[in-house]
């Protein structure tokens, strides 16, 4: 089976805080994925990867950055969190040849205060 | 601007009832439709997905329904159980990109 690991379940930060937040895949995939879910607004992509080192800027990127130095890893940086930055965030991946599948790791609650 | 409309946004049904959940798309250039679901604490999981050279595909008790004429699918879950109470995305995609189009998802709750 395809794992999706996203680092924390839970997060807590205060606002002004550099935050990490981190990705693995273990299925080789050379699409990673970056989204934020809220009620009501459903999933919305921050950032996407679809090689090493590359980056494409999905729908609501200000305030967030990327960084993609292994295949394995897609990590996404909120550069100085603010309070409307709380949400679930959610990582996925996919195949190159199946570019409509994604697998998403169980997401992680990010709260800011 | 919504390029896939997902309706209703929340949905109570009694256990053993139907479910339905629906959604429209706009481009045409879109050749693939899975269906997502998410249990509470998990991240969505792909369950059953159809492409338009289908009018309908079946796994078990849920069944997608395509119209392609009205630009529309559906997702039906029949004899529907308190297990199957999440929420459910659908979604849309094109062979030349990497990225699917999301609904904002349906919560479903089954009653026992």
């Known amino acids: 089976d395809v794992k999706v690991t996203q680092s924390s379940r839970y997060l807590v930060k205060r606002t002004g805080e550099k935050v990490f937040l981190e990705c693995v895949q273990d299925m080789d995939h050379e699409n990673m994925f970056w989204y934020r879910q809220d009620p009501g607004l459903g999933l919305r992509l921050i950032y996407f990867?679809?090689?090493?080192?590359?980056?494409e800027k999905g729908d609501i990127p200000e305030g967030y950055s990327v960084s993609r130095e292994k295949k394995e890893r897609f990590s996404l940086i909120l550069e100085s969190a603010s309070t409307n930055q709380t949400s679930m965030y959610l990582c996925?991946?996919?195949?190159?040849?199946?570019?409509?599948?994604?697998?998403f790791g169980a997401g992680t609650r990010l709260s800011v205060l | 601007q919504q390029q896939v409309k997902q309706s209703p946004q929340s949905l109570i049904v009694q256990k053993g009832g139907i479910s339905i959940i629906n959604c429209a798309y706009e481009n045409t250039a879109f050749d693939y439709f899975p269906w997502y679901q998410q249990f509470p604490g998990k991240g969505p999981a792909l369950l059953i997905a159809?492409?338009?050279?289908?009018s309908e595909k079946k796994e078990g008790r849920f069944t997608i329904s395509f119209n392609k004429s009205a630009k529309q699918f559906s997702l039906h879950i029949m004899d529907s159980q308190p297990g199957d109470s999440a929420t459910y995305f659908c979604?849309?995609?094109?062979?030349?990109?990497?990225?699917?189009?999301f609904g904002r998802g349906t919560s479903l709750i089954v009653h026992p």
């Open positions: 159809i492409r338009p050279d289908v």
């Open positions: 996925a991946s996919s195949r190159g040849a199946a570019k409509n599948i994604q697998y």
């Open positions: 979604a849309a995609g094109s062979g030349g990109s990497y990225i699917p189009t």
């Open positions: 990867s679809y090689d090493v080192k590359m980056k």
